[in-house]
Every structure is written in structure tokens, then in C-alpha cells.
């Protein structure tokens, strides 16, 4: 496990490297001026030498490959510059939203596993039986959801309809403070939604993977040893069901900060995409690359936690890839 999380880490560094190059590279290719982003308003009636002087000291004139060697060359150090939109420096942008970002994903993630692992179990133990038909069409349905329709509805229907949930946002509109129960009521909307979202592929791969064990001879012979049935499906269907399921939880990331970004738009939660829009928008680089980063980061650990998790539930795959 550890020559293999090594060999992954080093892996990382060139792919970071390519990464951060291509965010450059496009930005700077976008049609976006930063510098009129920046001066906002003020730009419009700025002279062409006070834009000029304004360009040069964010830099903007330079070659983008001058501007990522300067970011990469900084960030080595711990310092990833300031946001150009946000006017403040980018760790402390990173460090105000990241939190409330990887509470929302961990939350919608963790529901979309149970709840789609415990539904896969109870369809794929009577596959073709009235809940597998309805459980698999409901799945079927959200799948080809979008996330920010499936936000749309919930807020209709949970906050304006009934009246049970706020409708977004992180505290109560009256309320300064922050307060865990607050936070929790706001978050179970965009939590349930981002969850919804990515629970059919896991409904879908656990179903189909405890259909196919439970018709595997180990399976009949321990129902043919007399155990009972409850033994049987936990003890050996559903270990050997859930494998592929394992592989699903790093393919899944990209996907889960896509949905998230969106969720977050539609409910405002304050975490990265709103940051994240600003940066693109306003072809902030310095703040462009810091995401992108860390978006990759977690798209690379997601990896590497399935083949560990995979490597873990059956002795028989190594850790030598």
C-alpha cells in the first residue's frame, strides 16, 4: 500500500504541472480581460495608461507561461497569490470555503453510498420483484436528472410549498451568527439533492452485483450448508456484490464537484463555486489555478481510495499497480 500511494504521489506532480499549465493557457486565451474585470465600472471611464499601469501590476502583460512559472515557483513556497476579483490573498479564499465545500460533498456523498448500497441489497436480492421495478426506475430517472433541476424542485416544493426547509443560504436571513443547528437545517437540502444525484450508480452496481453473487456456487453451497439467509446475503453476496461498487468512488468524483458546484449556485451555499465562477468570469488566474488544483487533488485521491478500498475487500488484487 505504500510503495503504491508513493508511486501515486510522484504520478501526481507531472499531471498537477500539466493541469495548472492548461488553466493558464486557456485563460489566457479566453476573450475575458482581467483587467477590466478588476477595475470594474472604473474601467470604463480609466484612460488607455492608467489600464496599461493597472495590466502591469497584476501582471497581465506578461507571456501566461511567465505568469504559471511564476504562480508554480510561488505556491512551492506556500504562497498562491492574490485574487484579482475577490481582492484577497487566495489561500485565505481557499480557506473561508473549502470547509463548507467538503462538508456539503462528504455529507451527499456518504447518503448516496448507504442509501444506495442498502436499496441495491434489498433489489438485487429479488431482482425483477416490485421494489427492484420501482427503486430501478426511480433510478433510472434521476439519473438523467440534471442537479440543478433536481435543486429547483426540492426548493419548490420542501421551501415554498410546505415551508419545511429553508430555501438556501447557510444561516437564517435574521441570524448573524452561525450555529450548528442552523447550518444543519440549511444543509439538508443541498446535501439530499447532490446525494439524489449520484445515488443511482450506486443503486445500479450493487443491484447488479448482488444479482450475480447470490447465483455464484459459493452462495448455494453455504445456503445448502443451512445458514440462514441473512448470513448468506451479508456475509457472502454482498462482500463480493460490492467490489465493483468500490471502484465506482474515485470515477465518481469529478462528477461529485461538478454536481456540487451547481447545488451550491442553486442553494447559495457558500462554498468554492461561487468562487469558482468568479475566477473563470474574470480570468483571475492565480485563484483559477488554486481550484483547478485542488479539484484535481481530489479527483487523483478519489482514485487512489478505490484501489485501496479494492485492494482491501478482496486479498486476492495486490497493490503492486
Known sequence: ???????????AVPVLLAVTFGVFAVAAASPFDPVKAYAGTAGLTASQSDLDQLRANLGADQP??????????????????DSSVLRQPVADVVAERLGWSALLAA?????????????????GRRRGGLLDRCVSSAAYTLE???????????????????????????TDTASD????????????????????SQLPWFFL???QGVGDALAEDPVRGARARGLAERTVLTGHALRSGM???LTLIGSRVPELITGALLVETVFSWPGIAAATVQA??????????????????????????????????????????
Open 177 to 196: 451568527t452561525v450555529t450548528a443547528g442552523q447550518v444543519l437545517s440549511h444543509l439538508v437540502l443541498p446535501a439530499a439533492v447532490l446525494g439524489l
Open 144 to 170: 438523467a436528472a440534471p442537479a440543478f433541476w433536481l435543486g429547483l424542485l426540492a426548493i419548490w416544493l420542501f421551501a415554498l410549498k410546505l415551508g419545511a426547509l429553508p430555501s438556501g443560504g447557510l
Open 280 to 321: 473563470a468570469t474574470s480570468v483571475d488566474f492565480p485563484l483559477l489555478a488554486a481550484l483547478t488544483v485542488l479539484a484535481t487533488v481530489a479527483v487523483l485521491l478519489g482514485n487512489l481510495l478505490s484501489d485501496l478500498l479494492y485492494g482491501l475487500a478482496d486479498p486476492r488484487v495486490g497493490f503492486d499497480g
Open 243 to 245: 467490489l465493483p461498487m
Open 205 to 207: 452496481y450493487v443491484r
Open 64 to 81: 501566461f507561461v511567465h505568469r504559471w512559472w511564476d504562480w508554480i515557483t510561488s505556491a512551492l513556497t506556500g504562497d498562491l497569490g
Open 1 to 11: 500500500m505504500a510503495r503504491m500511494t508513493g508511486r501515486r504521489i510522484l504520478s
Open 107 to 123: 455529507t451527499a456523498f456518504v447518503l448516496a453510498i448507504l442509501l444506495g448500497t442498502a436499496l441495491g441489497v434489498l433489489a
